[in-house]
Nanobody, 119 residues
């Protein structure tokens, strides 16, 4: 079964840190991109960061210099290190794994993990 499992969310004070993890099941192959979107209440789901094997990571401007994405493709796992968290980072974070087979792109989503930044 194809599955993406996330972990690492929680409650943290402003200025604190969290690390999210995302692992694709063994049946997911030909991964070319992994990343996270986030969705705050009443807002649309937006890209936070993504990485693929050939290019530099991509970050939304609001998290540059605070968040770092990395990936271990042998383990089909990605990490999002989030430092200096701010209340506006509060959202549900959804990991995605994108595969490419010839010209067919397929996206798999994790179940989402809540990140709450509050004093």
């Amino acid at each position: 079964q194809e599955q993406v499992v996330e972990s690492g969310g929680g409650l943290v004070r402003p200025g604190g840190s969290l690390r999210l993890s995302c692992t694709a099941s063994g049946s997911i192959t030909n991964i070319y991109s992994i990343g996270w979107h986030r969705q705050a209440p009443g807002q649309q789901r937006d890209l936070v960061a993504s990485i693929d094997g050939a290019r530099s990571p991509i970050y939304v401007d609001s998290v540059k210099d605070r968040f770092t994405i990395s990936a271990d493709y042998t383990k089909k796992t990605a990490y999002l290190q989030m430092n200096n968290l701010k209340p506006e980072d509060t959202a549900v974070y959804y990991c995605f794994v994108r595969t490419l087979v010839i010209s067919n792109i397929q996206t798999y989503w994790g179940q989402g993990t809540q990140v709450t930044v509050s004093s």
